[in-house]
């Protein structure tokens, strides 16, 4: 799977700036790929202001990732604000070529900065079957919490979208790797880079990391489009040599 990772500043709380920014971003990729990668709330910022910024199931932005998604002839994911029966989530959605969206509303709010006031929290594990691979959704504090992202699945990919700040990104490089050799699985990790409207600046440190912890994309800490390839099959070869997964733990989550 050849997947494109999105790492930009964001304009705060502005959706047509941001999608007018990422579209840009996007005329830099010459090459046909499977799966485009955008932060965490990559058109807004990270913002608990909902009442103004949420968007609907149909709107504007959802509009344009499925014009991109079309136009590409790839899948587009990230999250965003959307308003749904009187609620608030920061939802990922995945939205494939044919314009079938799959999403996946953050499970794990961050409550250091009040996002449990703000939002609703998902209640289901959301896996995305695309182009043979299963993936899992995940965004930014989900990270920290691994007996959710465990792989009873055989989950193939793990992708942690996400506005993580620069104070903590020794926490997001361990964890990240954490995570890819615990589950045997690939994972990437997009994140934004530059200052928020509350000061707090990203370096982003987009990566992507191999199921035995190697890096495939360093950790990077400037604006830029980045592509990667993955392979299905040598990662499945190691799973069967190594087969740790077959010992893992039987638990159940209660949420």
Not at 151 to 171: I, Q
Not at 202 to 215: A, P, W
Not at 225 to 240: G, S, T
């Amino acid at each position: 799977m050849k997947i494109t990772l999105i790492q930009s500043d964001l304009y705060w709380e502005d959706a047509l700036k941001n999608r007018n920014n990422f579209e840009s971003k996007l005329n830099q990729i010459d090459s046909e790929v499977d799966l485009i990668v955008l932060p965490e709330m990559f058109s807004t910022g990270f913002t608990m202001n909902a009442l103004a910024m949420a968007e609907a199931m149909d709107g504007e932005t959802i509009l344009w990732m499925k014009s991109v998604a079309k136009q590409r002839n790839c899948a587009v994911t990230g999250s965003l604000i959307i308003t749904e029966n009187n609620q608030y989530y920061n939802r990922m959605l995945f939205v494939f070529p044919s314009g079938e969206i799959q999403y996946y509303d953050k499970r794990h709010l961050f409550t250091l900065a009040g996002e449990d006031r703000t939002y609703t929290g998902g209640t289901e594990k959301v896996i995305v079957d695309y182009l043979g691979w299963k993936i899992c959704l995940q965004v930014c504090y989900d990270l920290r919490f691994p007996v959710f992202a465990r792989n009873v699945e055989n989950y193939d990919l793990l992708l942690y979208v996400a506005n993580w700040p620069k104070v903590r990104t020794n926490a997001w490089d361990i964890l990240l790797k954490a995570r890819a050799v615990e589950n045997l699985s690939y994972v990437v990790g997009v994140n934004r880079i530059g200052l928020d409207a509350h000061n707090y600046e990203h370096i982003g440190h987009s990566q992507v990391v191999d199921f035995l912890g190697n890096y495939i994309l360093e950790p990077q800490e400037t604006e830029g489009v980045f592509i990667v390839e993955l392979d299905k099959n040598v990662m499945l070869e190691m799973r069967k040599k190594l087969d740790f997964l077959s010992d893992k733990d039987v638990f159940q989550i209660n949420i």
